[in-house]
C-alpha cells in the first residue's frame, strides 16, 4: 500500500465519526488521549487562533512570519478546500501522507481504549475533529516543530484545541455564529471564545465590538493575561493597493513596519497582517522587542491564503472566496469596491442552510448585477431556490441553477460579453473548494472558451 492509499484509507476512518458538525463541550476526552500519548501538544509554543472571521489568514500570516525567523512550523486550519492534509501543514506545506499515516498508526490503540472507556460511560465516541487534532498535535511532534501556530474549530474554550496551552492567545473579529452552539449573543459568544487565554499568557485582540471587548478583558484580568488590542497598541499605519495584493505599514507592540507587500486583496486582509505582526511579537520577544523588518517584510510576501478573494480565472475574472456568514460576506463586498475595478459583478452563490442565509443574502446582493443562485455539494446546503426568493425579495436579479458547473459556467458567459464584468463565487468553503477543483480541470486561467 503506497503513502497516498495509507492517507486516504486515514481519512476514510475519520469519515466514520461524527461530523465537524456534532459538537459537545467536551474537551477532557482529547485531553484523555493526549496524557496517554504523554501529551505532545506540550513539546512546542503554540500560537492559539480564535475569532468569527479572519482567523484561518491571520493564522497562516502568523505562520509564514513565524517561519522566516528560521524557526520550523506547524499549521493547523480548517475546514480544507480539496484534501484533508491541507489542515495539517509543516514549514509551510501540507503534511506528507507517509507522514499523516504513520502519526494515525502511532494513536490509533490509544483510540480504541478511550472509545471504549466511554462506550462504557454511555458517553459518544471521539469525533472527526477531535481526532484529527490529535493527529495535527502528534505530528507536530514527530516532525518536530518549534512553533504551532493553532486555529479553533469551533468557540474556545471547549473545543479540542483548547488542549494546547497557547503562549499567545489570539482573537480575530467576533461577531454572531454558530449561535446554536456558542449563544445568540456577541457576549455569549466571546466568553465561549476567551477560553482560550491561559493563566500568565499573552493575547492580541482585533478592534471589537464593546461587548466582546468587555469579555475579553474581564478574561485577560482574571487568569493574569495581559491583552493589547487592535487601535491602541498596535495597528495599521497606511494601507494602498499594489498589484496582486496591498502595500501595508503596520504599527506593531514593539515597533514600525513599512512598506510590506501582502499578496492578499481586501481591506480586512490588511487588519489580519497587523494582528498577526502583534501575535508574533509577543511570542518571539515579549511584546517588548521589535522583530527585524526584512522577516517581517519576507514572511508577508509567502503569504497565501486559499479560498480568500483568491483569483482562479482571466477572460473573465473569476475570484473564490468562503464568505460564508454575514460578517464574512461584508468584508467581501468591501473588498470588491477596494481592491477591483469591475463596474458589474456576477455572484455564484451557495449556502449552507444551518447558516445565516438571509443574513449573507442581504450583504452580498446590493453588490451583485445578478446573482446565480446554486448549493454546495453538502447535505447542509440550503436549496438555490431559497437564495434565489431571498434575492428576488430585495429586488436583485437572480438565476437558479443545480450545481456549480451549471452555475459557473452561466456566470463566466454572462461575464464574457464585457470586459468591465467579472465573477465571484462565494458562500461556503465546501462551495470555495469545488470552484478551485472546477477552474483547475477547466482551466480558467487559460480565458473563456465559448
Known amino acids: 500500500m503506497n503513502d497516498r492509499t495509507r492517507a486516504d484509507a486515514v481519512y476514510a476512518a475519520l469519515l466514520t465519526r461524527q461530523g465537524e458538525r456534532w459538537v459537545q463541550p467536551r474537551v477532557e476526552r482529547t485531553r484523555q488521549v493526549l496524557e496517554l500519548l504523554d501529551d505532545p501538544q506540550k513539546t512546542y509554543r503554540v500560537i492559539h487562533v480564535t475569532g468569527t472571521n479572519g482567523k484561518t489568514s491571520t493564522a497562516r500570516i502568523a505562520e509564514s512570519i513565524v517561519r522566516a525567523t528560521g524557526l520550523r512550523t506547524g499549521l493547523f486550519t480548517s475546514p480544507h478546500l480539496e484534501r484533508f492534509t491541507e489542515r495539517i501543514t509543516i514549514d509551510g506545506e501540507p ?4 507522514l499523516i499515516a ?52 469551533m468557540g474556545g474554550s471547549w473545543d479540542s484545541t483548547n488542549t494546547a496551552d497557547g503562549d499567545v492567545a489570539v482573537f480575530a473579529p467576533i461577531d454572531l ?54 487601535g491602541d497598541a498596535f495597528g495599521l499605519s497606511a494601507q494602498h493597493l499594489a498589484v496582486g495584493g496591498q502595500q501595508i505599514s503596520v504599527q506593531g507592540l514593539a515597533g514600525g513596519y513599512d512598506d510590506l507587500y501582502l499578496p492578499l486583496y481586501g481591506a480586512h486582509q490588511g487588519h489580519n497582517a497587523a494582528l498577526a505582526i502583534a501575535a508574533v511579537e509577543s511570542l518571539i520577544g515579549g511584546g517588548t522587542q521589535r522583530l527585524a523588518p526584512d522577516i517581517v517584510a519576507d ?43 469591475f463596474d458589474e459583478w456576477g455572484i455564484v452563490l451557495g449556502v449552507f442552510g ?15 448585477t445578478h446573482v446565480f443562485a446554486t448549493s454546495p455539494d453538502s447535505d447542509r446546503a440550503a436549496e438555490a431556490d431559497t437564495i434565489a426568493d431571498l434575492v428576488e425579495g430585495l429586488g436583485g436579479q437572480v438565476s437558479v441553477h443545480r450545481d456549480l458547473a451549471e452555475a459557473a459556467e452561466a456566470a463566466r458567459e454572462w461575464a464574457s460579453a464585457s470586459e468591465r464584468r467579472a465573477v465571484v463565487i462565494a458562500g461556503s468553503v465546501v462551495l470555495a473548494g469545488e470552484a478551485l477543483q472546477l477552474a483547475a480541470e477547466e482551466n480558467w486561467k487559460d480565458g473563456w472558451v465559448a
Open 299 to 341: 514572511g508577508l510576501a509567502q503569504v497565501t491564503s486559499p479560498g480568500r478573494l483568491q483569483l482562479v480565472g482571466v477572460a473573465p475574472t473569476v475570484l473564490v472566496d468562503a464568505a460564508h456568514n454575514p460578517h464574512g460576506a461584508r468584508a467581501l463586498v468591501q473588498a470588491l469596491g477596494d481592491s477591483f475595478d
Open 354 to 368: 444551518d447558516k445565516d442565509v438571509a443574513g449573507i443574502v442581504a450583504a452580498i446582493a446590493p453588490a451583485a
Open 102 to 153: 504513520d502519526a494515525w498508526a502511532e494513536i490509533e490503540p490509544f483510540v480504541g481504549i478511550v472509545d471504549a472507556q466511554m462506550e462504557a460511560t454511555g458517553d459518544a465516541p471521539l469525533t472527526f475533529f477531535e481526532l484529527l487534532t490529535v493527529l495535527a498535535f502528534v505530528a507536530f511532534a514527530d516532525a518536530p516543530v518549534d512553533v504551532a501556530v493553532i486555529e479553533v474549530g
Open 95 to 98: 503534511i506528507d501522507d507517509g
Open 177 to 230: 455564529d454558530h449561535a446554536d452552539k456558542l449563544g445568540d449573543t456577541i457576549e455569549e459568544i466571546a466568553t465561549v471564545k476567551s477560553g482560550i487565554i491561559k493563566e500568565g499568557a499573552a493575547a492580541v485582540s482585533a478592534a471589537q465590538a464593546p461587548a466582546a471587548l468587555s469579555v475579553l478583558q474581564r478574561a485577560a484580568s482574571a487568569r493574569g493575561a495581559t491583552l493589547a488590542v487592535e
